[in-house]
């Protein structure tokens, strides 16, 4: 009889599994049918591409820091609207061709400056919109498609040794100006010493060339600015001075010059730092952090066997969510007839170092992105135009330290760069800062 029950159990189990496992589908069926309803799939973002083009292709940023749509009234964000067009293949009606740059067409000037797409394209900004604009603008409107001057002093050879190329781990380029040779001449005494440089540790260092970079001004009655100028080349050999207007909204050009001549005389530095005349670097700690992440670079790049790749180290102190200042009053002022929308992340105030093969890519890349009148910002505009961002460091500190840590040694141990000081102070905190790791870290 026990038997009997339990055969019966197990031939009721085998009767009800099937209804068991069609259940459970059903369950599985209708759970999926509701999520499926539920579910929202994400936006994807619109690509700005040519009909019919694949999606890897996208003409322009997804997130571009300036108005894709054409702004009538922005004169900045007009030109950059058409030389994007311009440089873009696909829209250009050929995607395998590679867009060359227009021929150059040399400008009917003193300076004979090349023009760009802007001028290809007969680009100008109506006399209405830059009548309204202060001389200043109005002067770098007129002139902003020029971006090729010749040189007035050239040190092809700086990175040149024995007639052979050198690689300096670091090169330090310098803006300056005509007058300024206290400046100029307490950088070399200190912080810009041309040479092998140590460490603060003094486990390895490395070479450092320094050179300034120069526009060409009004000499005033009775002085002779051009001929000290000329002298102090020949005794030092690391000026660079090209011939254009050394005005605030000309320091753009400096950066764009300056990336040509290190594509051809100096390509192979490692590192480069770009900074003002009025700050303070720290170079032996700044090579000593410049060492390290070569040697990271390298260990990356034998791991991953990229050895062809490059790196793409931008360190400063980084601003981010900027916006054109509106204030006439000021040296920064961007009118709205000029530029329209908000500034890309970039490193302002005196100083920012990054690697030469980022220097190579920016000199590429310039030729692309209409000058800009702040410096700053447009060396921002061109690290977004490759996919770059600045990385904020805080080690420089171009609003300098708090007033009563200046005069401490032991505040500056964690510092590459501090801004603003005059000749005098700088070689009063040369010698101030000797053997800080021996004191402050004893």
């Given amino acids: 009889m026990g038997k009997f029950c339990k055969c019966n159990g197990r031939l009721l189990c085998m009767c009800l599994l099937p209804f068991m496992m069609t259940g459970h589908l059903l369950v599985y069926i209708l759970v999926t049918i509701f999520v499926t309803i539920s579910y929202a799939p994400p936006k994807v973002p619109v690509h700005f591409i040519a009909p019919g083009s694949s999606a890897d292709k996208a003409s322009h940023p997804l997130n571009p820091f300036w108005n894709l749509r054409l702004v009538d009234s922005a004169v900045w964000n007009r030109f950059q609207h058409t030389c994007d067009r311009y440089y873009n293949p696909i829209l250009r ?28 394209m007969g680009l100008r900004a109506p006399e209405n919109e830059v009548k309204s604009m202060s001389d200043l603008m109005r002067a770098f409107v007129s002139s902003m498609h ?14 040149q040794s024995n007639d052979t190329w050198e690689s300096p781990l670091l090169l330090m380029a310098v803006k300056s100006q005509l007058g300024n040779f206290k400046n100029r001449q307490a950088i070399r005494e200190t912080w810009g010493r041309s040479g092998h440089v140590s460490g603060e ?5 490395g070479v450092v060339r320094t050179v300034f970079l120069l526009g060409k001004q009004d000499p005033k009655p009775g002085t002779d600015l051009d001929i000290l100028l000329h002298e102090e080349s020949q005794q030092y050999g690391d000026i660079l001075q090209w011939d254009f207007q050394d005005t605030f ?33 720290r170079t032996d700690a700044l090579v000593d952090y410049l060492n390290k992440q070569w040697e990271e670079h390298n260990l990356w790049q034998a791991y991953t066997n990229e050895t062809d790749k490059g790196m793409d180290l931008f360190i400063g102190e980084v601003i981010n969510n900027a916006k054109p200042n509106r204030d006439p009053s000021t040296k920064y002022f961007i009118p709205d007839s000029f530029y329209q929308g908000g500034y890309p992340a970039y490193a302002g105030g005196g100083g920012v170092v ?32 490759i996919g770059v961002l600045p990385n904020h460091h805080p080690g420089f500190l171009t609003f300098d330290l708090p007033y009563t840590q200046r005069g401490n040694p032991c505040a ?29 870290f004893g």
Wanted: charge should be positive.
């Fill in 412 to 440: 500056y141990k964690s510092i590459f760069l501090v801004h603003r000081r005059n000749p005098e102070e700088m070689v009063a905190l040369w010698n101030h800062l000797r053997n800080l790791r021996v004191r402050c």
């Fill in 93 to 120: 009606g050929n995607a395998s061709r590679t867009v060359q740059k227009p021929k150059a067409k040399l400008r009917k000037s003193a300076v004979g400056c090349v023009s760009d797409c802007m001028s290809e």
């Fill in 201 to 205: 540790y003094n486990v390895r260092g």
């Fill in 146 to 159: 020029c971006r090729d001057y010749p040189y007035i002093i050239n040190q092809p050879g700086l990175c």
């Fill in 354 to 385: 990054y690697s030469g093969s980022l220097a190579l890519r920016l000199k590429e890349v310039s030729d692309k992105v209409s000058l800009f009148p702040i410096d700053d910002v447009y060396l921002g505009m061109c690290l977004s135009k």
């Fill in 249 to 281: 909204f000309n320091l753009t050009l400096k950066d764009v010059l300056f990336w040509r001549w290190f594509q051809r005389h100096c390509p192979k530095a490692v590192f480069v730092f770009k900074g003002d005349d009025d700050v303070f670097v």
